[in-house]
């Protein structure tokens, strides 16, 4: 069985001189960051990885120091490669970009592709790699 957290990247700066792979988190995309990794904070992770740009790297280091972790840069999560979410025991969380989650998705079968900031889709996995749960999660910036 495997469980995997596929989060989208927090919220960028909008307004950047730089390339945007090297655009950071905004102030509300660290808030984002900070609320996913709270609601992860006590997850016994197997792995973390995430996508080379910049805002990816950020979001993931936000939600390894409140699991103990080190992210490891994948560029198969890369915004410009298509990937599918490919076996994986235990559980594992993924931050990649919002180009790319739906189509990992739709090759599971998730009903549904929402994708907002810092967002996470729970997706279970049985033995042979058939969803069996999706969840969508999203970050309640409201209640802070």
């Known amino acids: 069985m495997a469980l995997i957290y596929l989060i989208r990247h927090a919220e960028a700066q909008s307004y950047w001189s730089g390339g945007d792979a090297s655009r950071p988190l905004s102030a509300r995309g660290r808030k984002q960051a900070d609320w996913m990794a709270r609601h992860l904070q006590g997850l016994r992770a197997d792995e973390l990885r995430c996508a080379p740009h910049r805002r990816c790297v950020e979001t993931a280091e936000i ?12 560029d198969r999560l890369h915004i410009a490669r298509h990937f599918e979410v490919e076996p994986a025991a235990g559980t594992s ?7 790319n989650i739906p ?4 090759a599971l079968g998730v009903p549904g592709n929402r994708c907002a900031h810092a ?22 910036l409201l209640g802070q």
């Open 63 to 74: 939600i390894g120091a409140a699991l103990g972790m080190q992210p490891e840069i994948d």
């Open 93 to 99: 969380i993924w931050v990649a970009h919002s180009n």
């Open 103 to 106: 189509d990992a998705l739709y």
């Open 119 to 140: 967002s996470a889709w729970k997706l279970e996995l049985d033995d042979a790699n058939r969803l069996t749960t999706a969840e969508y999660i999203e970050p309640d």
